[in-house]
């Protein structure tokens, strides 16, 4: 298991999936000290406040100065999500733009939060409704000073870890290839990383449909420069959701291949433009 890279993309918004508490803790202590050390608040979001992720926390001295100053908060998940129910994308939304306003008034830099979310995706409901939140709040954090880990039991969620790691910039894992996740304002719907290949195509269209994405004048523009791989089939499948909503998938990416294989399919709602 790799911990994400270094960097503003990796800072931002990391999926997590842990396989046992101990290592998560570390993973978690990293990520909130690296917050505090940038005099952001922190937050540690946890079904169990009395878990093993929470001890080693307050163990730690930083940590625990932090507690004490009101710098960083062990939160119960009933308190910040609807614990059991299905998350509402804009309302949940809302309430992290709400403490993090709350945060910069108490002169913190932003807030950064761990939140250990399997509890809220555990049916079917939740985690269509989970998935549709992490695509927006990840185009949310473009523009706020809030960074999130969203932790994830890998025992209990099984293959429903990949539906939630592909729309992070940043997972631990391998499965999948792919990553769909907001671009920087101005520079797009969308961004596309990795591989879309015939094992996980279906899984891309499901990412497609999550992220819920509206043409601006007639065009969805998805960048494409860190994809390695796009499969003819996941090429038609871009065609039919750009088509649906009445618009032109333009997907820009150093690969003329890519540009050659839409002329060949004759997709009609799909337009690559190659550039650096």
Do not use: K
């Amino acid at each position: 298991m790799r911990s994400p890279r270094t960097g503003e993309r990796a800072r931002r918004h990391v999926c997590w999936a842990y396989d046992d508490l101990e290592s998560f803790a570390v993973e978690a202590e990293r990520y909130l000290l690296d917050g505090l050390a940038s005099g952001a608040q922190v937050w540690y979001v946890t079904a169990r406040p009395d878990d093993a992720v929470s001890t080693h926390l307050r163990r730690l001295p930083a940590f625990a100065d932090a507690l004490a100053r009101g710098a960083a908060e062990v939160v119960p998940l009933a308190s910040t999500y609807t614990s059991g129910g299905v998350v509402t994308p804009a309302a949940q939304i809302a309430a992290y733009a709400d403490a993090t306003a709350a945060a910069l008034a108490a002169g913190h830099t932003g807030l950064r939060v761990v939140a250990d979310a399997t509890e809220l995706v555990r049916t079917p409901a939740q985690l269509d409704a989970f998935c549709r939140y992490e695509h927006r709040i990840d185009r949310w954090m473009h523009t706020r000073p809030f960074r999130a880990m969203c932790a994830y039991d890998r025992a209990r969620l099984g293959p429903a870890v990949a539906e939630l790691a592909c729309l992070h910039p940043v997972a631990n894992v391998d499965e999948p290839q792919f990553r769909l996740f907001a671009a920087p304002p101005g520079e797009g719907h969308a961004e596309v990383a990795g591989e879309v290949d015939a094992d996980n195509r279906h899984l891309f269209r499901t990412a497609l449909d999550r992220a819920d994405l509206h043409p601006d004048d007639g065009e969805l523009v998805l960048r494409a420069g860190d994809l390695s791989f796009l499969d003819h089939r996941a090429l038609v499948t871009l065609d039919e959701y750009a088509r649906r909503r009445g618009a032109t998938a333009v997907l820009r990416t150093s690969r003329s291949a890519v540009a050659r294989l839409v002329a060949l399919l004759s997709l009609s709602s799909v337009r690559v433009e190659v550039g650096p």
